[in-house]
């Protein structure tokens, strides 16, 4: 396998694109406003007309060890490995489930592999989501990916599969053979706080109450002035929940929506009745240590398996991280290409959730508030 980074921007245009001789794929990351025109789309099906084009919308890009606002890609040239890019259209989020099942059984075949998901990142229900499509694929497929973002504004989010950027799409790309190698890796390094709260009343992704108490009041009690900024001062703020029969296997939720007159929290996932939750609050080194913890676990799906050319690292982190760090931002990438290693080459972008296995259960589920690390490579 072949990768090639490129990047664009408004002064430059297309830069590294000389580089890459006939992909097959080619992943783009970008800022709303600079992908929903389609030109930049249609510039990369010009440069490369033999291959699939997929990206989306983000809150922030990764190139390297870079953070930047520029449009990130990369140019992938496989030489035993089979690619397909599939989507659905979506408008309800109570319909993920079954978008879900859609994008697996095109996907599905004996020699699939793996699957790397790009969602809109507000209408869909990532829980529901990967649900569907697993239930097709089954658990031993490899499953990553994330949610479309929107930087802090939450308004409108994009994805493009071999065709122009628009909202309300879920699209995936499946690698299939025996010669892709898929590792991944997912890792948070928030802390803790105040009491655990049983959730007493929700429905799917949207948490009503706490201990019979609206949620929407305890969250604007921590966050104060800051309430008025909502939802994306509660990025600030993720909510940790578990199953109390299985507290290990703890997971994240972020904020997407709120509703005052209800007083209730929509989450890119579901916060099921009878789990427990507990506020969380970021701090820096733990966060950067989080992203080396999820590379080094994607690395070590194949320690030992030597790969053919390149090897490339998918990085998605929430944009609440981003939003917590500020230009510190830079310090969790850098851990994660430390963890890495230089060879690897290294994009990504920051999303409003992220998709990959659970490093403990090893079930895939839909996380918020971590960097998830997907690696890709072909076996020697």
């Not at 869909?124 to 239930?135: H, K, M, P, T």
């Not at 790309?173 to 803790?192: C, E, L, M, N, P």
Request: charged share 20%; with cysteine.
């Amino acid at each position: 396998m072949r990768a090639h980074l490129l990047s664009w921007s408004e002064s430059t245009g297309w830069s590294g694109a000389d580089e890459a001789a006939d992909p097959q794929l080619v992943f783009y990351f970008g800022a709303r406003c600079d992908l929903q025109s389609g030109g930049r789309h249609r510039e990369l099906q010009t440069l490369f007309p033999h291959a699939n084009v997929i990206g989306c919308s983000t809150g922030g890009q990764i190139r390297g060890s870079e953070v930047d606002d520029e449009i990130a890609a990369v140019a992938l040239v496989f030489e035993r490995t089979g690619v397909r890019v599939v989507h659905v259209e979506t408008t309800d989020a109570a319909a993920s489930f079954t978008c879900g099942r859609r994008i697996g059984e095109q996907l599905a075949a004996p020699d699939l592999a793996g699957i790397f998901v790009l969602s809109d990142g507000l209408h869909v229900n990532g829980s529901r989501l990967v649900e569907g499509i697993v239930s097709v694929v089954g658990r031993h497929v490899s499953l990553t990916g994330g949610l479309a973002g929107d930087g802090d504004a939450f308004d409108a989010t994009i994805v493009g599969a071999n065709f122009a950027p628009r909202a309300n799409v879920i699209a995936a790309v499946g690698f299939y053979g025996k010669a892709v190698r898929i590792g991944h890796g997912s890792a948070g390094g928030w802390d803790q706080f105040g009491p655990r709260r049983r959730v007493t009343l929700s429905s799917d992704n949207v948490l009503y109450e706490l201990d019979g108490e609206p949620a929407l009041d305890l969250y604007e009690r921590y966050l104060g002035e800051e309430a008025e900024g909502l939802p994306s001062t509660a990025l600030l703020f993720p909510l940790r929940i578990f199953d109390p029969a299985k507290p290990d296997d703890a997971i994240v939720r972020t904020v997407l929506a709120v509703d005052r007159r209800a007083r209730s929290m929509t989450f890119a996932g579901d916060v099921p009745e009878g789990w427990m939750a507990q506020l969380m609050r970021g701090n820096f080194d733990r966060l950067a240590a989080g992203a080396a913890t999820a590379a080094r676990s994607a690395q070590a799906s194949f320690a030992g398996v030597a790969a053919s050319g390149d090897e490339l690292a998918l990085l998605v982190s929430c944009i609440g991280r981003r939003l917590l760090m500020g230009q510190s931002t830079v310090d969790e990438v850098e851990a994660a290409a430390g963890a890495l290693g230089a060879h690897v080459k290294r994009i990504g972008f920051y999303s409003y959730g992220e998709i990959s296995p659970n490093d403990v259960s090893g079930v895939c589920q839909l996380h918020n508030q971590t960097m998830t690390i997907t690696t890709i490579s072909e076996a020697a």
